[in-house]
T-cell receptor
Framework: KAGVTQTPRYLIKTRGQQVTLSCSPI?????VSWYQQTPGQGLQFLFEYFSETQRNKGNFPGRFSGRQFSNSRSEMNVSTLELGDSALYLCASTKGQGAGNTIYFGEGSWLTVV | QKEVEQDPGPLSVPEGAIVSLNCTYS??????FMWYRQYSRKGPELLMYTYSSGNKEDGRFTAQVDKSSKYISLFIRDSQPSDSATYLC???????????????FGKGTLLTVNP
């Protein structure tokens, strides 16, 4: 069974640019969530999508956005990049319904802003 | 006060040692508790998942949850060099539909097991 797939794995962007990251969840999983991981703040929840609808959003500025497609694949976008956006961006998927769902993570996309 | 507190370590032990990793939390709504292992430059890998107070064992790993004290632990028996990684505790509360989908993580504990 294929795991959560994220692309690209590594990228370097310049301050002020925007970036789009992609995530394909495990087959059959309808919930996709995104996390940012930095050495200082650890893993922080960005947002979660289920059936193309954003169900919850973390405490991040509006420059961070996402969407989910009908096939459950998801993208997140960061506009007007800042140096502090350099981080590992992790996508996670779960079935999304029922209690106690197991949440699986992808390998992440390493973003460096210069 | 952070919702989840985890001692960042680093923790260095000899091969074969018993390792104890701990997290405390303040949000009594948390019902699901997980431990993830993260190797350098990799995504977190789910190790253990529990949703009730008590112990759960899986091979060399034992997860312990004490909801009354808001305290969870992960024990690793007969630790191996391959266990060297960052260990993250995570927890979540059910939404109105009973599902859980948002994890709150501890900062992670860096463990090194020396041969």
């Amino acid at each position: 069974k294929a795991g959560v797939t994220q692309t690209p794995r590594y990228l370097i962007k310049t301050r002020g640019q925007q970036v789009t990251l992609s995530c394909s969840p495990i087959s059959g999983h309808r919930s996709v969530s995104w996390y940012q991981q930095t050495p200082g703040q650890g893993l922080q929840f960005l947002f979660e999508y289920f059936s193309e609808t954003q169900r919850n959003k973390g405490n991040f500025p509006g420059r961070f956005s996402g969407r989910q497609f009908s096939n459950s694949r998801s993208e997140m976008n960061v506009s007007t990049l800042e140096l502090g956006d350099s981080a590992l961006y992790l996508c996670a998927s779960t079935k999304g319904q029922g209690a106690g769902n197991t949440i699986y993570f992808g390998e992440g996309s390493w973003l460096t802003v210069v | 006060q952070k919702e989840v507190e985890q001692d960042p370590g680093p923790l260095s032990v000899p091969e074969g040692a018993i390792v104890s990793l701990n997290c405390t939390y303040s949000n009594s709504a948390f019902q699901y508790f997980m431990w993830y292992r993260q190797y350098s430059r990799k995504g977190p890998e789910l190790l253990m998942y529990t949703y009730s107070s008590g112990n759960k064992e899986d091979g060399r790993f034992t997860a312990q949850v004490d909801k009354s004290s808001k305290y969870i632990s992960l024990f690793i028996r007969d630790s191996q060099p391959s266990d060297s990684a960052t260990y993250l505790c995570a927890m979540s509360a059910p939404n109105s539909g009973g599902s859980n989908y948002k994890l709150t993580f501890g900062k992670g504990t860096l463990l090194t097991v020396n041969p």
